[in-house]
């Protein structure tokens, strides 16, 4: 039987925006690309990957911001302007949450690291994997499979 997972909530800057994820992340990531960088306003973008229905908006409505011309949706509050997370159509078993919004960002120390071809040379992550761009879509299964390994001993203190 697996282990039961307590909802955890998060919100923007303002807190007119909440919402709250059922079960544990698939996979946690920190990029280093220039439109993480330019959007987060920092050196790199923080995300959980959520299982979409374990994932509800539960007060206020984001709206789709950090517009490029590519169709990823980017959310944000349409008050506090907070980018909060970001689904991309044909990827729809998963929502992209910026950990850092959940009220306890701890645990969610980023498994890998993407676009390291574009860091900030002082910038540095925990990360266990670092890709130059993007991960090979290959490589996604046995990564989500690591991770929830990863995930688990850390949830028992091994
Ligand atoms: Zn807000
Ligand atoms: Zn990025």
């Known amino acids: ?10 919100a923007c800057r303002c807190g007119r925006v909440r919402f709250e994820v059922s079960a ?3 996979i946690t ?4 690309c220039r439109g993480c960088q330019r959007m987060s306003a920092s050196a790199f973008s923080l995300s959980a990957a959520f299982p979409t229905q374990a994932f509800r908006v539960t007060q206020g409505e ?4 950090g ?23 044909g990827m729809d078993m998963f929502v992209n949450v910026r950990s850092s919004l959940l009220n306890d960002p701890q645990p969610f120390a ?4 993407s676009w390291t071809s574009e860091k900030l040379r002082w910038a540095s992550t925990p990360a266990v994997h670092s ?3 993007f991960p090979p879509m290959e490589a996604y299964e046995a990564l989500l499979l690591e991770y929830e390994e ?9």
Request: charged share 15%; glycine share 6%.
């Open 110 to 113: 980023p498994f890998i690291e």
């Open 24 to 26: 544990p992340p698939l």
């Open 29 to 32: 990531m920190a990029c280093h």
């Open 67 to 89: 517009l490029h011309g590519d169709d990823v949706h980017h959310y944000c509050c349409p008050h506090c302007m907070s980018w909060m997370f970001t689904r991309i159509p």
């Open 1 to 10: 039987m697996k282990p039961s997972f307590s909802p955890l909530s998060g």
């Open 131 to 133: 890709y130059a761009q």
């Open 150 to 158: 990863f995930r688990t001993k850390q949830e028992r203190g091994i």
């Open 62 to 65: 984001a709206i789709i911001g």
